[in-house]
């Protein structure tokens, strides 16, 4: 870790403790063991989006044969599987910055859990989205692959605001977790949840636009998972995450310019 993860609340992998590392380990084989059932349950008629082209979603329309209750749950281990190793730095943070006698397994169960709840119940607005793809995919593939464009420009465009900024820096930094929400973590798991899911809700400021980006490529396709998952870790855990967020959105934006204009790269 470099001087600058230090001035945000997370520590040297030199000064990891024992424990510390067993932490980062239990994450990482949690996100390991959702990968593989993520690509056990995965759907195969929503591994391809609108971008995919002509008739992406095989004619049957996926998400409306696809029940709620089975997206959620899939959703929820997409989200475990990407989201867990770009977090697991940040819980470490955490965990050295709450007073000694609160370090509990508990309290960050609760930090854990929490976080992961924000992102689960954004399920609910993703297969939304997914319903409203598919019937935009009935009126052909060029007018699917437009729309699946217009997401791109709008996520790339996004990459670039003060809001994508301001949650960027919440979402990277346990000091300022800490410091802004400690005392709360530290009297339980309830509070630990809530103070989960209010860095839950950082962190769907910031990457909102590169799911949107995975719903329009296909939202089960484990390669569009990884590259997305990429992204997101590389933002929340290396230097210059500005940097690397600009650089997201000026690819997404010539991607996005290039559909608009020539959606018969893709659309037949």
Known sequence: MTRQAA???VPSLRAWSGVEWALAAALLVLAAAAWVVTSVV???DMRLGILAGPSPMGGDMAA????LGLFILTWVVMMAAMMLPAITP???GVRTLLPAGTRTRRVLVGLTLGYLAVWSALGLLAYAVVRGFDTVAESGSTTA???G???LLVAGGYQFTPLKRWCLVRCRSPLALVMRHGPQASRGPVGAFA???RHGGYCVGCCWGLMAVLLAAGVMSLVWMAVIAAAITIEKVLPRPELAG???GAGLLGAGAVLFLAPGLVAM
Do not use: H, I
């Open 149 to 151: 464009a217009v997401v």
């Open 195 to 197: 103070v989960g899911m």
């Open 7 to 9: 001035g945000r609340g």
């Open 64 to 67: 409306m044969s696809v029940g």
């Open 145 to 147: 692959v437009k729309t």
């Open 246 to 248: 600009r650089l997201w």
């Open 42 to 44: 995965a759907m195969p």
């Open 90 to 92: 940040f819980t470490v």
